[in-house]
């Protein structure tokens, strides 16, 4: 059976700043938080389908992050690995409220 | 339905193309079937010699990849050698004792290396150089044996030779004669050629004939003719190529030189064609590309039946594929009583031009360092044009591209007509070089027709055509090069990475990982006083001040000035390496010590522990200065090397540039630290310093060119830093000063610095940009805010 999403508090909005990646971890599990130029917040899965590199620490373009290993780009917002490379990176939901940021598990 | 039977032997870029042809005409009509010795499908021969360069990998150069066999239903017997033709009953039969009827027979055996009938040429070691397995045969003697010696100082010889020297072997190159290339060159271009070829480090032995293999079961030596001897644990056989005809001539069909093959490449038996190098066509026996494809061409029209112009021949023309050489020729190459030359010969640029016409004619041409008119010489010339039509401006070009037929031959390599890339243009609307070359392949092989495209783009585009569109972009989020935005931020004053973007019309919102960096460095770079970095817009290393490894972990690398440590911070990295357990200590190549395997969260720590600043060690900018130990202590030493480096290193730390830049002090010409190889490198001799630049370790090997010769120490700094600035100033982002220096060349670099009011301001502007930097660790550690946002990571335990 499904469990409800569980709602973790990994930062404060402002404190976070624009296209520079952060690393959380929850557990075992590496997330890279993103705060985009548009103020939207995302949440990946801190790993490239490529070769496991960091995302946290990529070039951010718009929605996409290029991994700082082989430079490949990933959409933050449905994990997909663009063009000519294929692969896909799970996305985590995100939820803002007074100021907080969330990932909901 | 009943198809008629078409059987090739031979599986070519010549042979294939005629199929190419034949299926564009009538698609459906012919059961096909192609049998190759090569147990590969249709490759770039003529590329062979990039694989064996570096430039490109096998499976780059493949031309028709399985699946096109497949598509096209042609049946492929790849690995197999057709050893019979019967003629009468019209069938063929191959070494695994298969039969294969036909209706229509193409013989496209191409040609065979010539091997010198020496004693000893049958040695393991000796190879010829014509296709893949020969290519691979050299690249793994390259990782055991050193010295590989080329017999045949042709086209063919000197590009496996520039291979070999790229895979790391020195390399004699044999010569019959006393020119090089002698069948494509005048004597002029010949010697400009070998010198430039000497640079790159090949040697050459002139008129010398080779006599004997010598060794035992493998080759050890080669001995000549007049006695001399030389050694060498590799021979490649570049003697030329000779008319694959055997299975020709045994079958019957009439050969002299190559198979004798009329204007729509018939043989002497009806129903047998022959088209490629093994053809003979009116006396003539082609060895290049472009020829191979009009007579395929020809040959389709008449097996489809179809009413069309025979091939009437053509004019030979030669590009050599050897990075850094550009030579070109075409038709007639020297001149006689009854010719008239245009010459042109510039020794101070290495640039040599000249063109041959006979009655008013253009009947051929020879360029050396400068071809970007190759391919229109060789249409005039082909046409036998006047000489007056190429006396004219730009209009003539254009109008000579009005005037070719949609079916002739723009890029022989990759066999691309005009037709094919004025269609790709219309239907898909290219608007760019480097799009025409992505979408129909033209120019992708050795650039040669580069200008030709760029013509008939413009012809074809017509007032929509910008020529501003045809550099080299930054970047596909735009079509302005790296001049074109340097100017631009220049000019309007632009001062964020997100305004140039927008001010000059990016195609994505926020770049990406090619232009940021370089859009936040040209800003640094312009206005370094008023330029905030953009943290966003730097490479995880430059911008964590440490260099990420594969597992995200980080190596530190401290400043060590010129190499030189003391007890004291040596105990100090020890420390620091028990306390945070450090997996690696390493001693690094530029003589200063790497910590491996150190936690992004306990960068900041480490840095404060260490209490030194950083090496940079992951930066586009001065990484170290390696110094030998100098007057001293070392008994050859004639300066004070390491004072040297070290004076340079405190001087130039910090500074950003287009690329790392490494530098190297040697206190003798010995060079133990390794000066000749480094983008700056000072070399003390009696009384002086002589100042290398351009100088490659890496992946592109390149030895330093001395830029000049100085007294002083101040005079060492300020050749240094005018140097460093121009190169700051002039280069494209991600440019090493190695190609930089290649690409504007040593002699316009030294023309520049020549001038000391250009140095005193050159010197002025680095000092400025000097002023500002800030040690980095250090910021780190004294700013919460940097810690909290680029280095901490969030817990949460469950």
Redesign the interface.
Same mark, same amino acid.
């Given at each position: 059976m499904e469990k409800t999403n569980e709602r @973790?508090k990994?930062?404060v909005l402002d404190?976070? /700043?624009?296209?520079?990646g952060?690393?959380?971890?929850?557990?075992s599990l590496e997330i890279a938080?993103f705060k985009l130029?548009d103020g939207n917040v995302r949440a990946i899965e801190n790993r490239c389908p490529h070769?496991?590199?960091?995302l946290a620490?990529? @070039?951010?373009?718009?929605e996409h992050v290029?991994c /700082?290993?082989h430079?490949w780009?990933i959409c933050t917002t449905d994990g997909k690995v663009q063009s000519p490379d294929v692969g896909c990176v799970k996305t985590f939901a995100v939820k803002i409220e007074d100021g907080n940021v969330f990932i909901l598990i | 339905m009943n198809q008629e039977k078409i059987v090739m032997v031979g599986n070519g870029m010549a042979g294939v193309r005629s199929i190419e042809e034949i299926l564009n005409v009538r698609p459906d009509h012919f059961h096909i079937t192609i049998f190759g010795t090569e147990p590969y499908p249709n490759y770039n021969r003529i590329q062979l010699s990039k694989v064996l360069q570096g430039d490109t990998t096998i499976s780059d150069i493949t031309l028709n990849d399985w699946n096109w066999y497949e598509d096209h239903d042609i049946k492929l017997y790849s690995g197999e050698t057709v050893v019979h033709i019967n003629t009468k009953e019209q069938f063929v039969q191959t070494n695994k004792e298969r039969s294969v009827s036909y209706d229509k027979l193409i013989i496209a055996t191409g040609s065979l290396p010539f091997i010198i009938p020496v004693p000893g040429s049958d040695k393991e070691g000796v190879t010829a150089f014509r296709d893949i397995q020969d290519c691979e045969k050299m690249i793994d003697c390259s990782k055991v044996y050193k010295k590989a010696a080329v017999i045949g100082g042709g086209l063919l010889g000197l590009e496996a030779a520039r291979g070999l020297l790229n895979l790391g072997m020195t390399v004699d190159v044999i010569h019959l004669t006393d020119c090089l290339m002698d069948r494509q060159l005048d004597e002029t271009a010949s010697k400009m050629l070998k010198k430039e070829l000497e640079k790159q480090g090949m040697k050459f032995l002139m008129n010398k004939q080779t006599a004997e293999i010598i060794g035992g079961d493998r080759v050890e030596a080669i001995r000549f003719g007049d006695g001399e001897v030389i050694d060498a644990d590799l021979v490649v056989m570049a003697a030329g190529i000779r008319p694959n005809t055997g299975l020709a001539k045994e079958s019957g069909i009439e050969v002299n030189r190559g198979i004798l093959v009329n204007d729509y490449m018939e043989t002497s038996i009806p129903g047998v064609y022959a088209v490629g190098e093994c053809a003979e066509h009116r006396e003539v026996v082609y060895g290049l590309v472009a020829p191979l494809y009009e007579q395929g061409k020809a040959m389709a029209a008449h097996i489809c039946s179809e009413q069309a112009p025979g091939y009437e021949g053509s004019v030979l023309s030669t590009q050599l594929k050897v990075s850094g050489v550009d030579v070109f020729s075409a038709g007639e190459i020297v001149e006689d009583e009854e010719t008239k030359t245009i010459k042109m010969f510039d020794d101070w640029k290495g640039v040599y031009k000249k063109i041959i016409i006979r009655d008013g004619k253009m009947t051929g041409a020879v360029l050396f360092g400068d071809t970007s008119e190759g391919s229109k010489l060789l249409r005039l010339i082909n046409k036998r044009a006047n000489v007056e039509e190429y006396m004219g401006t730009e209009e003539a070009a254009e109008s000579m591209v009005a005037t070719m037929a949609d079916s002739e031959l723009v890029c022989g390599c990759n066999g691309v007509t005009k037709g094919t890339i004025t269609e790709a243009i219309k239907k898909i609307g290219l608007t760019t070089f480097e799009e025409v070359k992505a979408c129909t392949g033209a120019s992708r092989s050795c650039g040669g027709c580069k200008s030709l495209v760029v013509d008939i783009l413009a012809h074809t585009l017509g007032d929509e055509f910008e020529k501003e569109d045809q550099k080299e972009p930054v970047c596909g989020c735009t079509t302005l090069s790296r001049d074109d935005v340097v100017e631009a931020i220049r000019e309007k004053g632009l001062t964020y990475t997100r305004e140039v973007m927008n001010v000059l019309g990016w195609k994505t919102e926020d770049g990406c990982s090619k232009c940021r960096p370089a859009l936040n460095y040209y800003l640094g770079m312009i206005n370094p006083v008023e330029y905030e970095d953009e943290k966003e817009s730097r490479f995880v290393n430059e911008r964590m001040h440490a260099n990420i490894q594969k597992d995200g972990t980080y190596s530190v690398v401290p400043r060590m000035y010129g190499g030189v440590t003391s007890a004291d911070d040596l105990r100090k990295i020890a420390d620091v390496a028990d306390k945070y357990e450090v997996p690696l200590i390493k001693v690094t190549g530029g003589q200063r010590i790497d910590l491996f395997g150190v936690k992004k969260e306990d960068l900041p720590d480490v840095w404060a522990d260490l209490g030194m600043p950083s090496g940079y060690a992951y930066g586009k900018t001065l990484r170290t200065v390696k110094t030998c130990v100098g007057e001293s202590f070392c008994r050859f030493g004639t300066q004070d090397s390491i004072g040297m480096g070290i004076a340079m290193e405190k001087k130039f730390e910090r500074i950003g540039t287009p690329h790392k830049v490494k530098m190297a002090v040697s206190a003798c010409p010995r060079n133990c630290a390794e000066s000749g190889i480094k983008d700056i490198g000072v070399v003390g001799v009696d009384g002086a310093w002589e100042i290398y630049v351009g100088g490659n370790g890496g992946t592109h090997l390149r030895a330093a060119d001395l830029f000049c010769k100085v007294t002083t120490n101040e005079e060492v700094m300020e050749m240094i830093g005018a140097f460093l600035q121009y190169y700051r100033e002039d280069a494209a982002y991600l440019e090493r000063t190695s190609v930089w220096v290649e690409r504007v060349g040593l002699d316009h670099i030294k023309e520049v610095l020549a001038d000391k009011a250009t140095r005193d301001a050159l010197n002025a502007r680095i000092a400025e940009a000097l002023s500002v930097t800030k040690e980095p660790w250090k910021e780190v550690i004294e700013s919460e805010k940097i810690r909290k946002e680029l280095y901490e990571t969030v817990r949460v335990t469950k």
């Open positions: @973790i990994v930062a404190e976070m /700043p624009e296209k520079i952060r690393t959380v971890r929850i557990g938080l130029a070769k496991g590199g960091v620490e990529g @070039i951010i373009s718009g290029f /700082p290993m430079d780009k | -």
